[in-house]
C-alpha cells in the first residue's frame, strides 16, 4: 500500500541503461542510501552511476516514518555494556555528523525539514530510561529527562529521555530534490556479478569499484549476510485532522507506539516481527489509532520492512575481506535515514581513500559471535528443513502465507511475494515461478 510519502509526491524517473556502460564506481540499489553516496561521489567528481531494478525508492525509503535522529530506542545502553562507552560516543558523533549533513542540504531545500526533539518514552516502567540516561552521561551524550506530565500524548507515561535539536522532513520531497542530475538507470537489475564485470541480462557494465546498496544484500557468495541479517516488520497509517503533535515519539518497549506529525497529519508507526512469523498488522496500530484519536480519518496505512543486525549496528564498508574493490551499506536496524547518510560519507572516504573516523565501529568484518546468530541460523535451517512448496528462489526456504497482507513470506530472510509470485522485498532477485 502506498505510503503518506508517495502519495503527496511524484519522484522523477529515469531510463534504463541502454547500452554497455564504463565507470569508475557503479552503485546498486535506488534507495535513499544508494542515492546519497551517488550524490556525494558525483559532488567530489567521481565518475560513477546508480542502477535500481525498479524505480528509485520504491523500497524502504518511501515507507519510513523520517525521523532525523541519533536517538535510536535504547541503543547506548546495549552499545556500552558490549563495547564501552568510547563507542557509544562514536556511534553518536557519527550519526549527529549525519544529521548535520542533512542541516547543510535541506538548507532552502523544499522537503519539510524542520528540528524537533526526540523523546524515547516509557508507559510503566522507567528503569530502561534510568539505564540509558546514566550510559549517556557516561559516554558525554547530551540528554535530559522529561517527566511524562508535560508530554504531549494522549497516554500517561512515566517519562521520556530527551534528544534537543533533532529533525524531521519528508523524505520524498528530499529525494526529488537531490535525484534529477544524478546519472541514474532504472529498470535495471544486475542479473550477474564478475571481477569487475556486471551484468544486467542485455547489458555488460564494467566499474573499477561497486557499492551495494539494495537493502538486503543480494550477493550471496561473499560476506555471510544471509547469517548476518534479518528482517523485522513493521506498519504505520497517518489520520488526518489530527492535532499537531511537537516532537517525535518512541515507545522504549518494543512495539509499542511511534508518533510524529507531518502538516495536519499525524503518523503512528506500531507493531514488529519477522516476515513469515505471526503478526498483528494494522489491527492493532487501527485499534490504538481509534481509542487516542476517535473520529480521525485514516488517509492511508504502510508496512516497512528493516535488516537487523547482530549487534545493533549497521554493516557498511568493505562486503568482505576478499573482496577489496566491492562495498555495503546495510542492517541500518529501523534507522534508515540517518544510517543512509552516515553509509554515503563513510564509502566515499573510502572510495576516496580518506580517513574515516567511523569507518572501524561500522565494519561488516567485525565478529559474528552473538546469540541473535544462532537463532538466525536455526531459523534458516527449519526453513531448508520444511518440506511445502511454494519455496524461495533467494536460498530455498519454504514460504508461509501471510494472510493479514496476501503475501508470502520467507521466515528465513525476509523474502516477500504477493498472491500471484510477484517479487515484493529482497534479497530475492526474481519472482517466484
Known sequence: MPS??????????FPPLQKDLNTDVLIIGGGLAGLLCCHRLRGAGVDCALVEARTICSGATGNTTAKLTAQHGLIYQKLEKEFGAGTARLYYEANEAALNEYRILCAGMDCDFEEQDSYLYSREDRVPLDKELKALERARIPASFVEGSVLPLPFPTVGAVKFSRQARFHPLKFVSAIAPGLPIYENTPIREFAPGCLRTGRHVIRARQVVVCTHFPILNKHGSYFLKLYQDRSYALALEGA????????????????????????????????????????TELSSLANRFYPGKKELCRWAAQDCMTLDGIPYIGRYSPRTHD????????????????????????????????????????RTVLRPQLAANSLEAIAGWLTFQRPRCPHMGCALRWNSRERSWDCPCHGSRFSENGKLLDNPATGDLS
Open 4 to 13: 503518506l510519502w508517495s502519495e503527496t509526491v511524484t519522484l522523477p524517473s
Open 243 to 282: 492535532e499537531p503533535i511537537d516532537g517525535m515519539f518512541l515507545d522504549q518497549q518494543k512495539g509499542g507506539l511511534s508518533l510524529r506529525s507531518w502538516g495536519n497529519n499525524l503518523i503512528l508507526g506500531a507493531g514488529g516481527h519477522r516476515p513469515g512469523k505471526p503478526g498483528t498488522g494494522w
Open 326 to 365: 566491492l562495498y555495503v551499506a546495510t542492517g541500518f536496524n529501523k534507522w534508515g535515514m540517518t544510517s543512509a547518510m552516515v553509509a554515503a560519507m563513510i564509502l566515499t572516504d573510502l572510495i576516496l581513500e580518506r580517513e574515516t573516523p567511523y569507518a572501524s565501529l561500522f565494519t561488516p568484518q
